[in-house]
């Protein structure tokens, strides 16, 4: 048996195209126990999401966690689950159809614009063949996380070359490492403070909540840390407030190791205790809302804050299908896709000649 997947039908008068690839992290297909447990094992059996020796995160992964988590998990999930589905799911595909409009817009209307999830449905693996079907020899894959982890954006790249490593002919790739900083992601996080703020009046404390990783991670090099702190600095800049306002935390521990602090809920809780009523929560390292804002964020957190003696508790939305955020994604896009976007498509003439050609030399279709 071969190694490689079968290749899609070829003709030498189909003109190759360029594709965008845009990954999020994933979720399950239904807020229910039986559809959590196969999402959670793919995510959770992933080695740079969980730094356990295999042997050991094994028993622990299939003993204890796949029986007892999926539940609680699903009650969660089904707390946030819309009509249309996962949040994270409609959004991401939101932002997909979006995005190409946007850049359709820009005069590049020729680009296959696409998404897939890290974990669950759709597959980048499906999502790269169908790609593949329909022509794209050039893609450039987009993890939607804006701060660089080795458990989240290496991972979209690890699963990338493992699909890749199938296909006989491969495309020439391009990776968006991080977007942390980009202009047009932190003006659209600027902006959704300011309008919630026009509508509602400041809050005494801004918190930054960005996902939790083990501070172990840290320590051996990963970078995230430090660029989270880089978006919560150009926030406070964008904002024009003083930086003792606005606190950057992190969220959605896991295990009894110590994690990236200060922790989330914690810190609302003891802003709580020390008299502070106002407090306002935006989650900067997701671009969707999903259950880590939706529940943890919006729900535990609020009811946490509350619980302890604060009065007034707002959560700002993620970026979801902001016209500025989308705006920034397209310019973000552009600008990875380089010369790509000067690569002419041969008109029906050329294509036509590149196939008679071929047929001289025997190659058929």
């Given at each position: 048996m071969s190694r490689y997947r079968p290749e899609p039908a070829f003709r030498h008068d189909r003109a190759a195209r360029t594709g965008v690839l845009l990954v999020n992290l994933g979720t399950p297909a239904a807020p229910t126990a039986a559809a959590l447990r196969p999402y959670l094992k793919q995510f959770l059996s992933d080695p740079r999401v969980v730094e356990i020796p295999r042997a050991v995160w094994w028993l622990i992964l299939n003993g204890i966690i796949l029986?007892?988590?999926?539940?609680?998990?699903?009650?969660?999930?089904?707390?946030?689950?819309?009509?249309e589905g996962s949040p994270l799911m409609v959004h991401t595909m939101r932002q997909s159809k979006l995005l190409a409009a946007?850049?359709?817009?820009?005069g590049h209307d020729d680009l296959d614009v696409d998404f897939a999830m890290r974990y669950g449905a759709p597959s980048i693996g499906d999502t790269l063949d169908a790609m593949r079907a329909r022509g794209c020899t050039r893609i450039l894959v987009v993890p939607m996380y804006p701060q660089y982890s080795a458990s989240t954006t290496a991972t979209v790249t690890d699963e990338v070359g493992r699909c890749l490593a199938r296909w006989r002919n491969q495309p020439e790739m391009r990776f968006v490492r991080d977007f942390n900083d980009h202009p047009g992601y932190i003006a659209a996080l600027v902006r959704s403070v300011r309008e919630h703020w026009q509508a509602h009046g400041e809050p005494e404390r801004l918190l930054l909540s960005f996902h939790g990783v083990p501070r172990r991670s840290l320590d051996l090099g990963d970078p995230y840390h430090c660029e989270c702190h880089r978006t919560g600095r150009l926030v406070a800049e964008g904002l024009g407030v003083a930086r003792e306002r606005v606190l950057v935390t992190f969220q959605s521990r896991f295990g009894k190791a110590e994690w990236l602090k200060p922790y989330t809920q914690p810190?609302?809780?003891?802003?709580a205790a020390q008299g502070v009523r106002r407090v306002d929560v935006m989650c900067p390292g997701f671009v969707a809302d999903c259950l880590?804002?939706?529940?943890?964020?919006?729900?535990?957190?609020?009811?946490?804050?509350?619980?302890?003696?604060?009065?007034?508790?707002?959560?700002?939305?993620c970026l979801n299908e902001r016209h500025d955020w989308i705006e920034g994604l397209a310019a973000l896009v552009r600008s990875h896709l380089g010369n790509w976007l000067e690569i002419a498509r041969p008109d029906a003439d050329a294509r036509k000649a590149t196939l008679e050609r071929a047929r001289l030399l025997g190659a058929g279709q």
């Open positions: 029986n007892t988590r999926p539940k609680a998990s699903a009650k969660k999930y089904a707390s946030i689950w819309t009509d946007y850049l359709a817009k820009a810190t609302l809780e003891h802003l880590e804002t939706l529940e943890e964020i919006a729900l535990e957190c609020k009811e946490a804050f509350l619980g302890k003696g604060g009065h007034t508790f707002h959560y700002i939305p």
